[in-house]
């Protein structure tokens, strides 16, 4: 099983759905969790922290299950410009702090 | 205020040659991290730093790879004797502690021929 595993899709919907992606790990000591966005051929960028209490920006919510071991990331009222590749990490504990990240999960928004 | 900035943004070598990537991390970070990605993959771990010294360098390959951070600022990537399997984009990122949210730099694209 990998560390951290998520579905790539495509998820393909049209401008305005609500879309969830979820992220899977199985270290259950790991301490911190991020949601990133990739454009193509563009470096990551950090989208949210991922909270125990969940949180939420704007149209984006980011949740966390420590008992199933997942995230997810809520998007509410689709824009064409949320495609994209989002990606989640999971970071270690016991203090060594390596990032692991998923392979991306791709969201096609069309009109 | 300034980003992770990373130099070259492209790099073309002949395979066997030597190549150094550079990171400069954004001023006050004390945690930098080197990723490699490939097409349809998440950023791989490589190494990270807490200041000047290697934290962890498990994600490593072998033993062609190599990275410093001499004054706990910039950092330099160094692969020797390249392969074409090296062929990626390189990722570095900084982040102000080592659990902390990481910002990246644009990465060097790095095709070994």
């Known amino acids: 099983r990998k560390e951290v595993e998520q579905d790539p899709g495509p998820f393909n919907v049209p401008e305005g759905a609500t879309v969830a992606f979820n992220c899977t790990y199985s270290n259950s000591a790991s301490q911190s969790f991020f949601w990133y966005r990739q454009d193509c051929r563009k470096e990551p960028k950090l989208l949210m922290s991922?909270?125990?209490s969940g949180n939420e920006d704007g149209r984006f919510t980011a949740q966390l299950n420590r008992a199933s071991q997942y995230i997810s990331l809520l998007i509410r009222d689709s824009k064409l410009s949320d495609s994209a590749t989002y990606l989640c990490?999971?970071?270690?504990?016991?203090?060594?702090?390596?990032?692991?990240f998923g392979r991306g999960t791709s969201l096609i928004v069309h009109p | 205020g300034a980003g992770v900035s990373q130099t070259p943004s492209n790099k073309v070598t002949e395979k066997g040659k030597y190549v150094e990537l550079r990171c400069d991390p954004i001023s006050g970070h004390t945690a930098l991290y080197w990723y490699r990605q490939s097409l349809g993959q998440g950023p791989e771990f490589l190494i990270y730093f807490q200041g000047t010294g290697a934290a962890d360098d498990s994600g490593l390959p072998n033993d062609r790879f190599f990275a410093v951070r001499p004054e706990g600022s910039v950092s330099t990537l160094k692969i020797q004797r390249t392969e074409r399997g090296d062929s990626a984009v390189y990722l570095c990122?900084?982040?102000?502690?080592?659990?902390?949210?990481?910002?990246f730099g644009p990465g060097t694209r790095l095709t070994v021929t």
């Open positions: 990122a900084s982040s102000l502690m080592a659990e902390g949210e990481q910002y």
């Open positions: 990490v999971v970071i270690g504990s016991g203090g060594s702090y390596i990032p692991t």
């Open positions: 991922v909270y125990s």
